[in-house]
């Protein structure tokens, strides 16, 4: 892995921890709260890429389960990784993952709404389809009823996919941070 790579990494994984400066608010009767972190993940995949974006997560992660306080609320160590919110924690490297994969596939045409497919896809409907059911799993609640209490955050979550995706798009036309495999020539 080239520094290049460690160093957008690392700004990424900070980004998230900036975002996590914001206050959580938390929807009536909600044991999860709403934060601009998922703006972080959503920017990680789709500017850097597969999988400099799901390491980035990753690193932000390790430093919150080390136990610094950088997820929204001041909230850090191995303890956010055991509640009705750690589903959503989980899911954050394999959304940036999807994220990308997605991005890189469409990277020759990409445009806004590509960027908006892949921010929607990975950063939407992968962290509820991981998270929505841990809250099940620690709280009384049904699937029905953690499905129902996340319709709260669609809105907030898709005004997050919108600014994630104007920002990739223009990312990549001023300058593009995801390298793409190079094509072997065909062999004759």
Known sequence: MKSRDLAYIALFAAIIAVLGLLPAVYPLGSTVPITAQTLGVMLAGSVLGARRGALAVLTFLVVV???????????????????????????????????????????????????????????????????????????????????????????GDIVKAVVASVVAVAVAKAYPVIELPRRRPAAG
């Not at 997820?71 to 750690?86: D, E, K, M, Q, T």
């Not at 890189?104 to 509820?128: D, E, H, K, S």
């Open 65 to 155: 389960a080390v136990g610094v306080p950088a997820l929204s609320g001041g909230r850090g160590g191995l303890a956010v990784f055991a509640g009705p919110s750690a589903g959503y924690l989980y899911s954050w490297p394999i959304a940036a993952f999807v994220i990308g994969v997605l991005t890189q596939l469409t990277w020759r045409r990409f445009n806004l709404a590509w960027a908006m497919v892949a921010n929607l896809v990975g950063g939407v409907a992968v962290i509820y389809a991981i998270g929505i059911p841990f809250v099940t799993v620690y709280t009384d609640a049904s699937l029905t009823a953690a499905a129902s209490s996340a319709v709260s955050f669609i809105p």
